[in-house]
């Protein structure tokens, strides 16, 4: 157990549709980093918040966005899914950049 | 543009064997990570690597960061099956825009 936990675990939606993904990080993590994992991408860097501000962005498309709230949880919102961004969503937490914990993930499968 | 390319991408060996897997870059990290992955989970941080030419063991497992922090490679001696999982190396690049970016992985599977 990372100490780093996500809901929900699985996902399922139609395309149109918009979701939010929640994390919560370890206790006295300050950054949270997002990534989208499917089959034919690897793991991919979508966004990182520190103390609840941006602090980079990666492959993040226009039509997603994430936010690190004052208790430091921190959501991705989805919108106008499409079937493609079907895929593992993870959250990590980390002191330092270089030593991340990840949650177990949410499944999003858009039919 | 993938940063870090991993090889083999997948390797099937039997218990006891010893195999090597490697992360290269024509990029310089300032450190490098790696990580296993097992399905349905998320990955879980085995190591880092700070200084070139730095060599790391976790029991069966050694780990050695490049000279010019610019490569890593993870060896494995007699592969035990809860060895099975796919490996990512990952690290942080040290020029331009900050990015922390994962390699292509190798996904190991080791038959009992």
């Known amino acids: 157990d990372s100490g780093v936990t996500q809901t929900p675990k699985h996902l399922i939606t139609a395309t149109g549709q918009r979701v939010t993904l929640r994390c919560s990080p370890r206790s006295g993590d300050l950054s949270v980093y997002w990534y989208q994992q499917s089959l034919d991408q690897g793991l991919q860097f979508l966004i990182q918040y520190y103390n609840g501000e941006e602090r980079a962005k990666g492959n993040i498309l226009e039509r997603f966005s994430a936010q690190q709230f004052p208790d430091l949880h921190s959501e991705l919102n989805l919108s106008s899914l499409e079937l493609g961004d079907s895929a593992l969503y993870f959250c990590?937490?980390?002191?330092?950049?270089?030593?991340?914990?990840f949650g177990p993930g949410t499944r999003l499968t858009v039919l | 543009t993938q940063l870090l390319e991993q090889s083999p991408q997948f390797l099937s060996i039997q218990e006891g064997e010893n195999l090597t897997v490697y992360c290269n870059s024509s990029s310089v990290f300032s450190s490098l990570q790696w990580y296993r992955q097992e399905p349905g989970e998320g990955p879980v941080l085995l190591v880092t690597?700070?200084?070139?030419?730095e060599v790391k063991k976790l029991k069966r497992l050694t780990f050695q960061f490049g000279d010019a922090r610019k490569d890593s490679s993870l060896h494995i001696t007699a592969a035990q099956p809860g060895d099975t999982g796919l490996y990512l190396c990952?690290?942080?690049?040290?020029?331009?825009?900050?990015?922390?970016?994962f390699g292509t992985g190798t996904r190991l599977k080791v038959l009992a």
């Open positions: 990952a690290g942080a690049t040290t020029s331009g825009t900050y990015k922390y970016i």
């Open positions: 990590a937490s980390s002191v330092l950049a270089d030593t991340q914990y």
């Open positions: 690597v700070v200084t070139g030419g």
